[in-house]
């Protein structure tokens, strides 16, 4: 992906086979019912999130009027570097098989309304905010307060 903004409207983003996915300064929205994305088990990605503009240290973003736990899906066995948020307020985020999540990220920012890790996966989230060209989004971060729901 070139630098920029991308909005995937009332399809999916499907990554499967051995494809490889990467690029720096990059923000994805998905809009619509129909809109999520999947990375299969084969596939390698490699994104950071954009450094200005609407969707700033934002990677993935879920259109807040979608209904509850749509699926979004990591099987990918190289998604190492995933530097930004990965915002799904009303989706289910599954994280599978041998998954290698986060690795090579300063840092990563899951928001979602269920993260659910199957067997297998290593998933890293690193917090080193500081040493990211990536800027981070108001109420992530050291500054931020944390609210978990029972």
Same mark, same amino acid.
């Given at each position: &992906?070139?630098p ?7 399809? #999916?983003?499907?990554v499967k086979g ?8 990059? *923000?994805?929205? &998905?809009?619509?019912?129909t809109s999520?994305?999947?990375f *299969?088990? $084969?596939? =390698?990605?490699?994104l ?6 609407p969707?700033? *240290? /934002?990677l993935?973003f879920e ?5 509850k736990n749509r699926l979004?899906q /990591?099987?990918?066995?190289?998604a190492?570097? &995933?530097?930004g948020?990965?915002?799904l #307020?009303?989706?289910r985020? &599954?994280i599978?098989k041998e998954s290698?999540?986060? =690795?090579a $990220?300063?840092?990563?920012a899951? /928001?979602?309304? =269920?993260?659910?890790i199957? =067997?297998? #996966?290593?998933?890293q989230i ?5 040493s990211s060209s990536i800027p981070?989004?108001?109420g992530?971060? #050291? $500054?931020a ?6």
């Amino acid at each position: &992906f070139k630098p920029g903004n991308y909005i995937m409207k009332d399809g #999916p983003l499907v990554v499967k086979g051995n494809a490889t996915m990467t690029g720096t300064n990059v *923000g994805i929205a &998905f809009r619509g019912e129909t809109s999520v994305f999947s990375f *299969g088990t $084969s596939t =390698q990605v490699n994104l950071t999130a954009p450094k200005s503009g609407p969707l700033a *240290g /934002i990677l993935f973003f879920e259109d807040r009027s979608t209904s509850k736990n749509r699926l979004f899906q /990591i099987k990918s066995k190289d998604a190492e570097r &995933f530097e930004g948020t990965i915002y799904l #307020p009303n989706a289910r985020l &599954f994280i599978d098989k041998e998954s290698r999540l986060g =690795q090579a $990220s300063n840092w990563t920012a899951i /928001i979602a309304n =269920q993260v659910e890790i199957g =067997q297998g #996966p290593n998933v890293q989230i690193n917090s080193d905010y500081s040493s990211s060209s990536i800027p981070v989004p108001n109420g992530i971060g #050291p $500054s931020a307060s944390a609210h978990l729901k029972r």
